[in-house]
Nanobody
Framework: QLQLVESGGGLVQPGGSLRLSCAAS????????VGWFRQAPGKEREGVSC????????YYPDSVKGRFTASRDNAKNTVYLQMNSLKPEDTAVYYC???????????????????????WGQGTQVTVSS
């Protein structure tokens, strides 16, 4: 069984921080391009942070660059998303994903992942509000 389980979401004030976790089971994340995606009400799912499996390079869209940081702990088989300086527009359900077939770069996974990937978990809700 291949599973990814997200956790760590919650309600925070604008300017606050959250750290999301994505625990993998049934496979080893070391050999996968991994990333974080989000979907807000009425909007399409978008990639916000991705990490390459080859050189561990990262990709962030301008909307989150400088505020979000993705990382991986191979010993724990877990991916993290540190979110700082949160804004109300960051409110969404956040999902993690991994791929070893379609994509080889962080940029490709974040940009094209929502159009190719079909299996998503329950996600974790992040709400930014005063």
């Amino acid at each position: 069984q291949l599973q990814l389980v997200e956790s760590g979401g919650g309600l925070v004030q604008p300017g606050g921080s959250l750290r999301l976790s994505c625990a993998a089971s049934g496979f080893t994340l070391d050999y996968y391009v991994v990333g974080w995606f989000r979907q807000a009400p009425g909007k399409e799912r978008e990639g916000v942070s991705c990490i390459s499996s080859s050189d561990n390079s990262t990709y962030y869209p301008d909307s989150v660059k400088g505020r979000f940081t993705a990382s991986r702990d191979n010993a724990k088989n877990t991916v993290y998303l540190q979110m700082n300086s949160l804004k109300p527009e960051d409110t969404a359900v956040y999902y993690c994903a991994a791929d070893s077939i379609h994509f080889t770069t962080a940029h490709a996974l974040c940009v094209m992942g929502p159009h190719y990937l079909r299996s998503w978990g329950q996600g974790t809700q992040v709400t930014v509000s005063s």
